[in-house]
């Protein structure tokens, strides 16, 4: 196979499905960090953002990409909402107690987009677009703006977390927090802000997804495994590590079906996870809270 | 002239059981007040009672006028007390100035002025401040941790065993910070585990026992005590 099939094919592909995971396990890992429990949520909440965006695109008539920032402001109130009325409560009663809730939340997340939109498979544009042709390099202008979202998303994040003094404040809250509380941050304030940025990137992840493939009311939770083995590869905790453990998990992924059928693609998420679980549990960039 | 802070009758712990049983102290302005007394007597405890974080069963606390026996954390920090834990007291993955500006996270506008007086009190964190604090020496460390504390211009200054650890070269020199900082105008209540020294240095002590005040009075007048030098000094 010559190199340009391989990056046409599997690497490209691989890597705008990578950038998609990315945009989940770095909220992933920002809620392990401040909250310290997995949000078993977290797909489905990207799909309700997916079928927000689809909302907008059908029912304002807006280009899809016009829909992102809509669908990115509701989900992050939603996230917000049901971290008030479900998670909060459950602060101080051991994590698992929030976990097993997270799943709830999951299951009713995707009952609600399954009765408002229905089970069919849908999509944002019809028609099939072209790649364009880079130097050889065959790319669709969506899959340049899936990792463009990447990058702006998560640059302004790590801005946000190096720069702002909220940025700080979310970062000392997950060092120390009982500190945090001694110097007298706020953390429903923090807790808050968490989610906001979890669920606006949860938004992004679920609408690249649906942009990139179809909107399907599952697709959500099959995202859940390859995300959280995207932020574990990368060190829990860790914003950068989740974005490289999402872009190896993505890789791999598309990379893996040279050597095995297809259908078990998704099994490379969890031989990944099971992988790095056994030989470096804090992940590549070494994990800070776990 | 009334205390800064004083501790009336308190009783309280962390859940059923008491800790502190009838502890009283006080702290005048501009004074050093050490507590000293063997390990688990409830040294910590009666500093965390201070800063809002135990249930307190019955006595009360009153600062500068106002009663904070129930006041919360976060409301104890504004009103002009900062505490130093003894263990877990920086933000490691932050840099210095990082943590100096996390001490100084409630202040409103220009941080600048104190932040010129941590770095005066420690030079050595100036040099330094983009480095992690995770990665400093123990010394190092104490001295984030106590400028984080003193970026919010406390009145008083409350810390858990500064020196634990530290070499006597180092402990001269903490004690030594303190006495700078108390000469701005802050006042300091301090556990420490090297009771001589603290003593020595501090303008007034309490040894506590098992939950109980044992001993009080000026630091050399407890170090002249034939009992509290037998009991809790090692003789
Ligand atoms: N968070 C806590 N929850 C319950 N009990 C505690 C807690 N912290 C301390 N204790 C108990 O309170 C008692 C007094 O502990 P404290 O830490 O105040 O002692 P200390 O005088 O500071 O000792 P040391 O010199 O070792 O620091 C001990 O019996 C300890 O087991
Ligand atoms: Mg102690």
Redesign the interface.
């Given at each position: 196979m010559e190199l340009f099939e391989l990056l046409n094919f599997y690497v490209i592909p691989g890597i705008v499905l990578g950038s998609i995971y990315a945009l989940g396990a770095v909220g992933i890992t920002l809620i392990f960090a401040i909250l310290r429990y997995a949000h078993l949520a977290h797909g489905d909440l990207a799909t309700f953002g997916a079928f927000v965006a689809l909302a907008c695109v059908t029912g304002m008539g807006i280009p899809p990409l016009a829909a992102l920032p809509i669908a990115i402001l509701v989900t992050a109130a939603i996230a917000v909402g049901i971290d008030k009325v479900f998670y909060e409560h459950l602060r101080d009663r051991p994590k698992i107690v929030t976990v097993m809730a997270s799943l709830g939340i999951a299951l009713m997340l995707r009952s609600v987009v399954q009765v408002v939109w229905g089970v069919d498979t849908q999509t944002y544009s019809r028609g099939i677009v072209r790649p364009e042709d880079y130097f050889g390099l065959r790319i669709r202008d969506r899959e340049l703006y899936t990792v463009a979202a990447l990058i702006f998303l998560v640059g302004g994040l790590q801005l946000f977390l190096t720069r702002s003094?909220w940025g700080?404040?979310m970062?000392?809250m997950?060092?120390?927090p009982?500190?945090?509380?001694?110097?007298?941050?706020?953390n429903r304030k923090v807790v808050m802000l968490t989610w906001v940025i979890a669920g606006g990137l949860c938004a992004a992840s679920g609408f690249f997804l649906g942009y990139n493939t179809e909107i399907k009311s599952m697709m959500g939770w099959h995202m859940l495994l390859p995300m959280f083995a995207a932020a574990i590869l990368g060190g829990v905790g860790r914003v950068e590590g989740a974005v490289l453990g999402g872009l190896i998990v993505g890789i791999a992924e598309e990379l893996s079906v040279l050597v095995i059928p297809s259908e078990y693609k998704a099994a490379m998420a969890f031989a990944i996870l099971l992988f790095m679980l056994l030989v470096r549990p804090t992940g590549l960039l070494k994990g800070?809270v776990l | 002239m009334t205390a800064l802070l004083s501790m009336e009758d308190l009783t309280g712990g962390y859940g059923d059981a008491d800790i502190l049983m009838d502890v009283s102290l006080h702290v005048d302005a501009d004074e050093i007040v050490a507590i000293v007394g063997p390990n688990g007597a409830g040294k910590s405890t009666a500093m965390k009672s201070v800063?809002g974080l135990l249930s307190i069963r019955s006595g009360k606390m009153l600062f500068d006028g106002d009663d904070i026996t129930r006041w919360a954390?976060?409301r104890i920090?504004?009103r002009g007390i900062c505490?130093v834990?003894q263990v877990?007291?920086?933000?490691?993955?932050?840099s210095i100035h990082?943590n100096l500006?996390?001490?100084g996270?409630?202040r409103k506008g220009d941080l600048s002025a104190a932040y010129d007086r941590v770095y005066t009190l420690f030079p050595d964190l100036k040099e330094r401040r983009r480095t992690p604090a995770g990665s400093l020496s123990g010394g190092q460390r104490q001295m984030v941790a106590m400028g984080?504390a003193l970026m919010?211009d406390p009145k008083l200054l409350l810390l858990d065993e500064p020196t634990a650890g530290l070499s006597p070269k180092y402990m001269e020199q903490i004690f030594q910070i303190c006495r700078d900082v108390r000469d701005t105008g802050v006042a300091i209540l301090l556990v420490e585990q090297h009771a001589k020294q603290a003593l020595a240095f501090a303008d007034r002590g309490y040894v506590l026992a098992a939950g109980r005040n044992r001993h009080e009075g000026s630091g050399a007048d407890l170090l002249a005590d034939r009992e509290v030098a037998e009991m809790f000094l090692g003789g």
């Open positions: 003094k700080k404040a970062r000392a997950s060092d120390n009982n500190l945090a509380l001694l110097s007298g941050i706020d800070k | 800063f954390p976060n920090v504004q505490y834990p877990d007291n920086i933000f490691r993955e932050m990082e500006e996390m001490g996270f409630l984080r919010l």
